[in-house]
Nanobody, 123 residues
Framework: QVQLIESGGGLVQTGGSLRLSCTAS????????TAWFRQAPGKDREFVAT????????IYADSVKGRFTISRDNAKNTVYLQMNSLKHEDTALYYC????????????????WGQGTQVTVSS
């Protein structure tokens, strides 16, 4: 079993920055990709970004392209999400998830999920 633990969320003003971390523990396995999703109250879970194991391929949602950067440090079993120029509409619970076999924007692609970290952007 793979456990994913997110950290780095918090309260920030519009235009500010945060860096989220997702650290894997437990059974150490090589996974195909790791992604960030987010969910605001009353809304569906939304894809944010994903990165493959090698770090050579990344995909972003249009809403965050140019503002967010996903990266990884496999030696630390950690994936990061650097969020700049934050907007009020970025407020959500942010989840990381990892896939054993694929990569993409669908929730169903991912096998393991963390509990989430809250990001609140005040306007």
């Amino acid at each position: 079993q793979v456990q994913l633990i997110e950290s780095g969320g918090g309260l920030v003003q519009t235009g500010g920055s945060l860096r989220l971390s997702c650290t894997a523990s437990g059974r150490t396995i090589v996974t195909y990709s790791t992604a960030w999703f987010r969910q605001a109250p009353g809304k569906d879970r939304e894809f944010v970004a994903t990165i493959n194991w090698a770090g050579s391929t990344t995909i972003y949602a249009d809403s965050v392209k140019g503002r967010f950067t996903i990266s990884r440090d496999n030696a630390k079993n950690t994936v990061y999400l650097q969020m700049n120029s934050l907007k009020h509409e970025d407020t959500a619970l942010y989840y990381c998830a990892t896939s054993l076999y694929g990569m993409g924007s669908r929730v169903s692609t991912y096998n393991y999920w963390g509990q989430g970290t809250q990001v609140t952007v005040s306007s």
